[in-house]
């Protein structure tokens, strides 16, 4: 049966027609990260993230006096079922917004249904530089980094070590595919005496990586330039240690491989030469915000040690309220309007979404890892900011 778009001025607010449609009383937020299987490691921290910012949203009145409230679902992180997730979210929850991903196919994924149903997607993890170039469409936005800028960040770091001779080691899928991209791009002008001397893509969601150690261990790279995230770069380093895998190259990755979540979970078997990134890193406070917001994640998540993809689930969620209140509504064609070139203040500092591409000028974090005296894990010392192009 359908439903009657009703219109309720009070609030500031104007419904979605069709199924599930939100009340006058609350502003939906379907929100779409892997709880399940090789992705949970970093879809439940965010959904931690994405909780504590609901919570504060609603505790200090909402966004325009209106309740905001979370209807989620897993993504699994696979393309197919995370689509069909946001369609069922937009058509039968009725959601006003869709916020998450993680994976660059499931970020891509989502943007496609956003894009048919003229509903607002936040990219909050994905990178895969396609979703504000090629892919780009009206109502997908950005609040991670791309693979352009962290390319470029690999690039900055293979000059810091001196990297000569690259082994490239990329996941077999979209964000594997464009960092590779931005990295060769950016080699160049960053390092222009490197050459990359092997290329391997292994699958997403490769559990046996022996293979590959084998063929860089005989490839005779000084350097390995790699995306590999959570349990891919897990499995890679526990079955390479035998062989010293870590002791003959230098491993400089992106994929946030220096956050706590891999960190701290690997523990004494985190390898040794791994140069890192990170979007946030507990320990280390770059504004007094970092420090308030750290503490109130620390208490939520029950441990000081807190994860880093809390802070890109909050951050998401924060553009959406300063948008929504911007806009005076949930209008999605007023909150388009919004969003762009929208500043907001975020644990790190100031964050802009450019007008043209929806993008975000999210920094990153980068540094070597090392062992620190009386902890189990390893820590990121130095930390190095890299900001993105034009900050």
């Known amino acids: 049966m359908k439903r009657f778009v009703t219109s309720f001025a009070a609030a500031g607010l104007t419904l979605a027609a069709g199924y599930g449609a939100a009340s006058a009383d609350e502003i939906k937020?379907?929100?779409?990260?892997?709880?399940?299987?090789?992705?949970?490691?970093?879809?439940?921290?965010?959904?931690?993230?994405?909780?504590?910012?609901?919570?504060?949203?609603?505790?200090?009145?909402?966004?325009?006096?209106?309740?905001?409230?979370?209807?989620?679902?897993?993504?699994?992180?696979?393309?197919?079922?995370?689509?069909?997730?946001?369609?069922?979210?937009?058509?039968?929850?009725?959601v006003n917004v869709l916020i998450g991903g993680l994976a660059s196919s499931v970020g891509l994924a989502i943007s496609e249904v956003a894009r048919q149903e003229k509903v607002i997607y936040i990219a909050t993890i994905p990178k895969s530089i396609k979703i504000t170039r090629e892919k780009l469409h009206p109502y997908v936005f950005r609040t991670a980094s791309n693979t352009d800028f962290e390319g470029d960040a690999l690039a900055q770091m293979v000059k810091r070590v001196d990297g000569k001779k690259i082994c490239d080691v990329q996941l077999d899928y979209a964000y594997g595919h464009d960092l590779a991209d931005g990295f060769i791009k950016a080699l160049p002008s960053h390092a222009p005496d490197a050459e990359v001397v092997l290329t391997l893509r292994p699958k997403l969601g490769a559990t046996d990586f022996n293979a590959y150690v084998t063929q860089i261990m005989g490839s005779g790279c000084d350097t390995v330039v790699s995306g590999l995230w959570g349990n891919h770069f897990v499995n890679l380093a526990k079955q390479g240690a035998p062989f010293g895998l870590f002791n003959q190259v230098t491993y400089i990755s992106g994929g946030e491989i220096a956050s706590h979540e891999i960190a701290g979970k690997m523990g004494a078997d985190y390898p040794d030469n791994v140069v890192s990134n990170t979007y946030e890193l507990w320990y280390h406070s770059p504004t007094e915000a970092h420090k308030k917001f750290q503490a109130r994640l620390a208490k939520k998540a029950g441990t000081e040690e807190t994860a880093m993809w809390p802070m890109l689930a909050y951050n998401?969620?924060?553009?959406?309220?300063?948008?929504?209140?911007?806009?005076?509504?949930?209008?999605?064609?007023?909150?388009?309007?919004?969003?762009?070139?929208?500043?907001?203040?975020?644990?790190?500092?100031?964050?802009?979404?450019?007008?043209?591409?929806?993008?975000?000028?999210?920094?990153?974090?980068?540094?070597?890892?090392?062992?620190?005296?009386?902890?189990?894990?390893?820590?990121?010392?130095?930390?190095?900011?890299i900001p993105p192009p034009g900050e």
Do not use: C
């Open 29 to 94: 937020i379907g929100v779409l990260y892997p709880t399940s299987g090789g992705g949970a490691i970093y879809g439940g921290p965010a959904m931690q993230g994405h909780d504590l910012a609901v919570e504060e949203i609603n505790a200090a009145g909402g966004a325009n006096g209106v309740k905001v409230v979370t209807v989620a679902r897993d993504s699994k992180l696979n393309p197919a079922a995370a689509a069909a997730a946001a369609k069922e979210l937009i058509t039968k929850e009725g």
């Open 316 to 385: 998401g969620v924060m553009f959406y309220r300063a948008a929504v209140e911007k806009a005076g509504g949930t209008d999605a064609e007023k909150v388009i309007e919004a969003l762009r070139g929208l500043t907001i203040e975020t644990p790190v500092g100031p964050l802009t979404i450019n007008a043209e591409d929806h993008q975000a000028n999210t920094g990153q974090f980068w540094g070597p890892m090392k062992k620190q005296a009386g902890r189990k894990y390893r820590m990121m010392d130095p930390v190095t900011y």
